[in-house]
Nanobody, 115 residues
Framework: QVQLVESGGGLVQAGGSLRLSCAAS?????VGWFRQAPGKQRALVAR???????YLIDSVKGRFTISRDNAKNTVYLQMNGLKPEDTAVYYC????????????WGQGTQVTVSS
């Protein structure tokens, strides 16, 4: 069982930056950041594997960076150039082995971007 704890959300003006952290209680293979805006489905924003292979959706490329510190079992989502449409609850999720589904989820952290 892996527990995930997110931190780093908050209120920021458009164009500002936030860094989200996802601390895991144990070893993970793939960690993803998802977000859910009001009235919308939860969707993947970025993911990173233990070997640092990373993927980001097109709408955040050039603005967001995902990275991980395996020694600390922590994954980061650096968000720059934030836009109001980035407003959502951000969740991290983890898969413990290759090919597994994201079975472990954090509680979520609110990100609000004002215009």
């Amino acid at each position: 069982q892996v527990q995930l704890v997110e931190s780093g959300g908050g209120l920021v003006q458009a164009g500002g930056s936030l860094r989200l952290s996802c601390a895991a209680s144990g070893r993970t293979f793939s960690v993803g950041w998802f977000r859910q805006a009001p009235g919308k489905q939860r969707a993947l924003v970025a993911r990173i594997n233990r070997d640092n292979y990373a993927y980001l959706i097109d709408s955040v490329k050039g603005r967001f960076t995902i990275s991980r510190d395996n020694a600390k079992n922590t994954v980061y989502l650096q968000m720059n150039g934030l836009k109001p449409e980035d407003t959502a609850v951000y969740y991290c999720a983890a898969a413990s082995v290759p090919g597994a589904a994201y079975n472990y989820w954090g509680q979520g952290t609110q990100v609000t971007v004002s215009s």
